[in-house]
């Protein structure tokens, strides 16, 4: 009997786009003989108290941050207790090994999965971002006896290949391990070769999980992988923390590229063998390409012909690239803009372009006719409710066909998070979750919380209506029955003005011109 791996998934119902750390880590353990299944949570109506029903998509809607869609009527939600699922599913197929991948708002989630199974459990792995970066504090909890610092493809198949042959599995790199002294074996870490990757599993996820939103419809949608690592530095993020990382503990750059011809037989695998309707370009910053390297990529994507996202900086739009973007597929972009005071940005938040620029480049972004949106962040540490208006005003300058504000979440393995330890904001051994549900988590005193998440929920109110408005959009603001009345009247106004007109017509043409997703099985 080869060993068994249960894969596990926490997520939020409404985070629709499907892991690929999930997909990869499958195809790399069945390439090596495992036996692979996955317990994911994405389409449970109800997951815990912490989350209620929360459906992270549907609160974009409502928030005014994304169109209204309709998922296929195919998709059913779970209406089961999660848990006790869990605890069927593992008595059931008996794995040897439990290995969940989890960002922080998701662990203490996968924990309390872990801890549904009772003591007599099997061995537990954690990988993902929060493992990567919170290794002790993950390993302080008893549901989880191994992490994964960083990438997991060589670690996980090495665990699982001496599991199965009963050897001893410390000196693994990359892993960490809990000792039953309350000590840690660690292992250094080390970065795996992105070509010599398997193509990611998609038979290990349910037909519903390839469906995703965008701009007001559902799509058949797959992730694709271009790039691994950022070469920009924002405070409030873990990507410039991982790039550190692997310079320090391997002297070596993380930033990296798949080969060409190895991103082609992806994409053609998605369009010709998974139907994709549209692909998403997960890299942090697309237009990371070494000199002449988009050109190439243009080259080779031009014949699959499917619609696809990406995100890049704003910094690195020309009018002749985003030309050549539009006319190979790109049919929607997101920039980050985070906040719109250029010494703030600058001096907080480590990201130094000027606001000219930006307003400038998002012109160009229009000219081409890309339809794009826009993400910002409040409740920054040191922010103040007037510099949170320099964000409403930025963007009051910006034709952007959508735009988000998010609440900013002091992530474990930020600079931003330890100024928020340094600041009493947050202790060491916090972990952040139900941001979706919690809104801002900080305490501050110049900012408080109930003026951040108030912000946050006018936020598209405040850009898109004149300032001969606001008083009545500062009303609502507040969380009484007549603040969210008033709200209520303003989001019917702001629909019928901004989405139900002509606005953004080339967005509807592209639209009109492919087919919507309907599903099959
Ligand atoms: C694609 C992506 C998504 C996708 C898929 C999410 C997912 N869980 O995979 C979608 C769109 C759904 C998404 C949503 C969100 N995302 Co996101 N996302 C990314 C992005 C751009 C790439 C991640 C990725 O797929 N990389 C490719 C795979 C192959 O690598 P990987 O996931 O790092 O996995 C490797 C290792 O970590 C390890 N590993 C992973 N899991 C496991 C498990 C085991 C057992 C082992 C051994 C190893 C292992 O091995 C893998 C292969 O090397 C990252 C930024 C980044 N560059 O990492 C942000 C990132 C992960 N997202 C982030 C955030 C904040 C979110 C949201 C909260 C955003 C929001 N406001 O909506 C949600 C949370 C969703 C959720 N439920 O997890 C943060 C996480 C911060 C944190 N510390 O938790 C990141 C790091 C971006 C950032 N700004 O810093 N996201």
């Given at each position: ?225 271009t790039h691994r690592g950022c070469p920009y530095k924002c405070?409030?993020c873990n990507s410039p923390s991982q790039m550190k990382?692997y310079k320090?503990?391997?002297?070596k750059s993380y930033l990296r590229r ?25 890299a942090d910053t697309f237009f990371s390409w070494k000199k002449?390297e988009f ?16 995100q890049t900086r704003i910094e690195t ?19 980050g ?13 480590d990201r130094p372009v ?168």
């Amino acid at each position: 009997m080869s060993l068994k791996v249960m894969l596990v998934y926490p997520n939020l119902r409404g985070m629709n786009m499907l892991p690929p750390a999930i997909g990869l880590l499958s195809s790399v353990l069945k390439e090596a003989g495992f036996t692979v299944k996955l317990f994911d949570t994405t389409y449970y109506e109800k997951l815990d108290d912490d989350h209620a029903e929360a459906d992270s998509d549907q609160m974009k809607v409502d928030k005014l941050m994304a169109r209204p869609f309709k998922m296929p009527q195919e998709i059913s939600l779970k209406t089961t207790n999660v848990f006790n699922d869990f605890v069927k599913e593992c008595r059931s197929y008996n794995p040897d090994l439990i290995a969940v991948s989890a960002t922080e708002d998701m662990f203490l989630l996968g924990v309390k999965l872990i801890r549904s199974l009772g003591k007599d459990r099997p061995l537990t792995i954690l990988g993902g971002v929060f493992a990567t970066f919170a290794p002790k504090l993950a390993l302080s909890y008893p549901e989880i006896d191994i992490v994964c610092k960083g990438e997991g493809e060589v670690a996980l198949r090495t665990l699982c290949e001496r599991l199965s042959k009963g050897e001893r599995y410390d000196d693994i790199g990359n892993l960490w391990i809990a000792r039953k002294d309350g000590s840690i074996k660690v292992n250094p870490t080390g970065m795996v070769d992105m070509n010599a990757n398997p193509r990611i599993d998609m038979s290990i996820f349910e037909e519903a999980r390839f469906y995703r939103p965008m701009g007001g419809r559902v799509w058949r949608m797959f992730p694709v992988e271009t790039h691994r690592g950022c070469p920009y530095k924002c405070a409030f993020c873990n990507s410039p923390s991982q790039m550190k990382m692997y310079k320090e503990e391997e002297g070596k750059s993380y930033l990296r590229r798949k080969t060409f011809e190895n991103m082609r037989r992806e994409l053609l695998f998605y369009k010709d063998e998974m139907k994709a309707e549209y692909l998403y370009f997960w890299a942090d910053t697309f237009f990371s390409w070494k000199k002449d390297e988009f050109e190439e990529f243009a080259d080779m994507y031009e014949d699959i012909k499917l619609p696809f996202w990406c995100q890049t900086r704003i910094e690195t739009v020309t009018l002749e690239r985003f030309k050549r973007l539009k006319d190979i597929g790109c049919a929607r972009i997101s920039f980050g803009l985070e906040h719109g005071n250029e010494k703030f940005r600058k001096e907080a938040l480590d990201r130094p372009v000027s606001n000219d620029l930006m307003v400038k480049n998002f012109k160009i972004v229009n000219e081409v006719g890309i339809p794009f949106s826009v993400n910002n962040i409040m409740g920054f540490p040191h922010e103040t409710y007037e510099l949170a208006f320099d964000t409403i005003r930025i963007n009051r300058q910006i034709d952007s066909s959508d735009r988000n504000a998010y609440a900013f979440t002091p992530f474990a393995g930020t600079p931003l998070r330890n100024e928020c330890n340094r600041l009493g904001y947050t202790k060491e051994t916090d972990i952040v979750h139900s941001i979706f549900v919690n809104g801002s988590l900080l305490k501050m005193p110049q900012f408080p919380q109930k003026k951040i998440n108030g912000l946050l929920k006018t936020f598209n109110l405040y850009v898109k209506f004149p300032e001969s408005r606001w008083p009545d959009i500062r009303k609502a603001e507040e969380d009484t029955p007549e603040a969210n009345k008033i709200f209520q009247e303003l989001k019917e106004e702001y629909v019928q003005k901004f989405w139900n007109s002509s606005a953004h017509d080339f967005e509807n043409a592209a639209n009109e011109n492919t087919t919507g997703a309907t599903i099959s099985s």
